[in-house]
């Protein structure tokens, strides 16, 4: 569970269904700061922004610090304020134009977050008014280092609960498989890949795992109608303890239905089956 929480709220249903996910996946004794970036720097500017916030505050019931941060765009004045207050989660809303039930973040936002020094949850839109418990949780699995935090941190999650972990790998294969005959077929390859890893993923124990062959955006995405929460740790290379946005994080971020839990980049550790590709 997450000790130190900052959530982003601007008045919108966005910030409180990041609020509700924030409740979630919070450490009962955890230090939550509610945040609202503003451009302005007036004196009138602060008293508005504040009164947003106390009037949040309120409205959730909860205890909370407030903080109103100055900067050129919500995702950058969230990201240094994260770095700033050593969190450990940053939790924001999906922006207003997204997709009913989808978790979805502006461009400016996502660029702003990518780099970011702490994990980042988006919640899915109209999350604050489903009430619902997170009882089924999902995890993008590869065996590489940063998917075997995520399956770690997602067991964490479940077990107050006793919430459901579901995995998944997604198998493919490399570009240059198509390049030319194989022998045996392709078919029988693939078949045999995921034979493989579906009896690897049957040895996760406690969790119900899969595996599956196709794009891994794709059927990540996919994945999340059955859940409440997917977990993704971030592509494995970049700066360690940062939040590495790649291309299955990008395309989840856009089209999953479910909230969205992305870890940031663990330690460097063995790298992961060059055929499956359900991580970063």
Not at 58 to 64: G, N, T
Not at 141 to 167: C, F, G, I
Not at 196 to 202: G, T, V
Not at 257 to 275: E, I, K, Q
Request: charge should be negative.
């Amino acid at each position: 569970m997450f000790k130190n929480v900052l959530v982003g709220v601007d008045g919108r249903p966005g910030g409180r269904d990041a609020i509700a996910l924030a409740r979630r996946l919070s450490d009962p004794g955890a230090r939550l700061t509610l945040a609202f970036v503003r451009s302005g720097e007036k004196a009138e500017d602060l008293a508005d922004s504040e009164e947003l916030l106390e009037r949040e505050r309120s409205a959730a019931d909860l205890e909370a610090e407030l903080l109103s941060v100055v900067s050129l765009s919500p995702g950058r004045g969230l990201h240094e304020q994260a770095e700033q207050q050593g969190a450990d989660l940053l939790v924001v809303g999906s922006c207003s134009h997204g997709t009913f039930g989808r978790a979805m973040l502006g461009d400016d936002t996502r660029a702003a977050l990518n780099g970011a020094p702490c994990a980042v949850a988006v919640a899915a839109r109209d999350y604050a008014e489903r009430h619902t418990a997170i009882s089924n949780l999902g995890v993008a699995y590869n065996r590489s280092p940063e998917s075997k935090t995520a399956l770690a941190l997602a067991q964490e999650l479940a077990a107050p609960a006793k919430a459901k972990v579901h995995a998944l790998e997604v198998i493919s294969l490399p570009p240059v498989a198509y390049g030319g005959l194989m022998s045996p077929p392709i078919g029988e390859v693939i078949n045999g890949m995921v034979k493989e890893a579906n009896d690897r993923m049957k040895e996760l124990a406690d969790v119900d795992g899969r595996a599956v062959y196709g794009l891994a955006g794709e059927e990540l995405a996919r994945f999340g109608d059955e859940l409440d929460l997917l977990v993704v740790g971030s592509r494995g290379y970049g700066p360690v303890r940062r939040l590495v946005s790649g291309s299955t994080s990008n395309y989840l971020e856009r089209h999953a239905r479910c909230s969205l839990l992305v870890l940031p980049r663990t330690d460097p550790g063995p790298a992961s089956n060059p055929a499956s590709s359900s991580g970063d």
